[in-house]
């Protein structure tokens, strides 16, 4: 009897090891999560049958996260937000090439790297309180630097991700002691220490703390859309400047991302990659942070950020952002732009 029992218990351990083995999934590891990513992942399941397994965390969590597990990672897909992140787990061999012509068609070349994707843009911009400092002074990156706004810049860290990337392309286009050049006068016309995140700038901005500031525009768009009144009444106060619209364009950055080389459901992975390429899923990727789709044909119709304007983006490539990420940590530090 004892026996039997054993046989049909290791029967049944078989039959769901097989079901199990059988179910289509994907384990997703993502630093990305908005309010319609409940959409956006019913649908992948809704289409293709495969379940999706989701662990969320920090972007520097969960790609530390990815390299300790090492061989044994369960993860297929690794998400996250600003092209030197991305760009860091390419450099770790984190990534598997992936071919796929969906891919290459959809997602313009400048926003791809041969291992992981972008599917999402957002700009750096200048916001600027309207009664403290004149637009025309805050057209450019350079004009941050002007003795002029002395006192008058607020900025998160310099060894911020969004900042170090920003410094990158201006290595990328203007060179290294320009780049010296702009962070030192940055420097120089702090109002205060850099703390805080993006918003926490514009909100003292809109206060008079400060005169000026650098945001990524999906913090601008969603304190425009914010359902709080003192939140829209602190945007009446600022201005917001589209950077560098004579020369190389608004600096751009991106979220995105790749299949891992050690990804267990691959073939689930590059479906994956490829549905977030499609028009439904970029609406929704996009527009859930208030972000622009990285492929062109797709258009959101975005309140916060139509209210904005037309502007002029940044084409350099974005995994050449990563490039020069260390040089901007340099040239921050040796600038004391903490
Ligand atoms: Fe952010």
């Given amino acids: 009897m004892k026996l039997m029992s054993a046989l049909i218990a290791s029967a049944i351990a078989t039959l769901t090891q097989t079901a199990v083995a059988e179910e289509k999934l994907l384990n997703l590891y993502s630093a990305r999560h908005y ?13 293709t049958g495969i379940k999706i397994n989701r662990i969320e965390g920090k972007e520097d969590e969960l790609l530390e996260r990815i390299k300790n597990e090492g061989a044994n990672s369960p993860a297929d897909i690794f998400l996250t937000v600003d092209a030197a992140r991305l760009a860091k787990a390419h450099e770790l061999g984190l990534f598997a ?30 916001v600027y309180n309207k009664s403290a400092v004149k637009a025309e002074d805050v057209q450019n990156y350079d004009d941050l630097a002007n003795p002029k706004l002395k006192g008058k810049l607020c900025s998160r860290s310099g060894s911020h991700p969004y900042n170090l990337s920003l410094m990158a392309s201006i290595i990328a286009h203007q060179g290294e002691a320009k780049a010296e050049e702009l962070a030192r006068g940055m420097v120089a016309n702090f109002a205060r220490a850099p703390k805080g995140g ?12 400060c005169g000026v500031t650098i945001s990524n525009t999906y913090y601008v768009a969603r304190l425009l859309r914010s359902t709080k009144p003192e939140e829209l009444k ?42 977030l390429a499609s028009d439904q899923a970029q609406r929704y990727f996009a527009d859930g942070n208030n972000e622009w789709p990285a492929v062109d044909s797709v258009k959101v119709t975005n309140p916060g950020l139509e209210s904005l304007g037309k502007f ?27």
């Fill in 312 to 338: 002029k983006a940044d084409k350099l490539p974005v995994k050449n952002l990563a490039m020069y990420q260390t040089k901007a940590q340099i040239i921050f530090d040796r600038a004391g732009f903490k």
């Fill in 97 to 126: 090439p992936v071919v796929s012509k969906t891919l290459e068609s959809r997602i313009p070349p400048h926003l791809r790297a041969e291992d992981w994707f972008s599917f999402s843009t957002r700009a750096r911009v200048i």
């Fill in 198 to 209: 993006d918003t926490d700038q514009i909100k003292a901005v809109s206060a008079g703390e």
């Fill in 35 to 47: 309010q319609t990513d409940e959409a956006l992942y019913a649908n992948f399941t809704q289409q």
């Fill in 234 to 275: 602190l945007m009446e106060k600022v201005g917001i400047v589209w950077p560098n619209q004579t020369t190389t364009g608004a600096h751009i950055n991106v979220s995105g991302g790749g299949m891992l080389k050690t990804a267990p459901n691959k073939e689930s992975a590059v479906k994956f990659l490829e549905y």
